[in-house]
């Protein structure tokens, strides 16, 4: 079903619409290009869990969902091979109450923003189970490019590479994670879309807003608990 509805959907020119789910990036010069993998199958990419290294234990439950969401954050692609996969879970307890729990299957995605966001990944929900998935409509910023700005970055173009070429040689500078550092998974009890909405009502600002507020908050909170303050705060 999903190879004939989301791998084989072309668009209105006969481009396919979701090609770069058997394409992976590939760095050139300090910059990403697209190449297909000559050898691509679904079950590389839709398949039970099967890692080795991190073990989930069956059956599992949040607790160990949460040990192992952490250790796949890190955990390197498959080379040559795009970046997503769908990991299916046939024993997971999900809690119902205190003592209480029910036997379900769980599903993992776990793909690159380069290949996806959660937009278009709703919208690839929305093709293959033929399904509408009722969230607020996106707006796109419009801007027109003015013939300017494409003479402008053709003639930068060259600038722009050769400044990338001292990151290549020094390596992975920004972000720098620490191997044997533990990281920490953890998901919030669920948030009513209703709640969100009566938040915004009552303040008179968008539904993003409210958002960004929750995760901004969460982050004082959490510095707060670790007494730890940017300095400019």
């Known amino acids: 079903m999903a190879h004939e509805r989301i ?19 590939a760095p050139f010069f ?15 990419h839709l398949r039970k869990y099967d890692y080795e290294d991190v073990i989930l234990p069956k059956p599992s439950d949040e607790s160990s969902l949460k040990e192992v969401m952490a250790q796949l954050l890190t955990l390197p692609w498959r080379p040559n091979r795009s970046h997503w996969e769908v990991l299916l879970v046939s024993k997971y307890n999900w809690e119902l109450g ?5 036997c379900h299957s769980l599903v993992i ?17 929305r093709v293959l189970f033929q399904t509408p ?3 607020n409509r996106p707006v796109r910023n419009v801007k027109q490019i003015l013939l300017w700005d494409i003479c402008k970055l053709m003639y930068l173009f060259p600038y722009a590479v050769a400044k990338q070429i001292p ?13 044997m550092k533990p990281y920490v998974y953890d998901a919030t009890e ?8 009566k938040i915004k009502d009552k303040h008179q600002v968008d539904y993003a807003s ?19 303050h940017p300095q400019n705060a």
């Open 190 to 197: 669920r948030i009513p879309v209703s709640m969100v909405k």
């Open 109 to 125: 995605c776990r793909l690159d923003h380069s290949i996806a966001d959660a937009i278009s990944f709703i919208g690839m929900f």
């Open 7 to 25: 791998f084989k959907l072309k668009d209105s020119k006969g481009n396919l619409v979701y090609k770069r789910l058997s394409q992976f990036w």
């Open 133 to 135: 998935f009722a969230i």
């Open 167 to 179: 990151v290549m040689l020094r390596g992975r500078y920004l972000n720098k994670r620490e191997p």
């Open 210 to 228: 409210v958002i960004h507020s929750a995760i901004n908050g969460g982050i004082c909170k959490t510095l707060e608990t670790l007494k730890k």
């Open 30 to 44: 300090g910059f990403a290009f697209w190449k297909t993998d000559k050898s691509f199958t679904i079950s590389n």
């Open 98 to 102: 205190p003592n209480t729990c029910d």
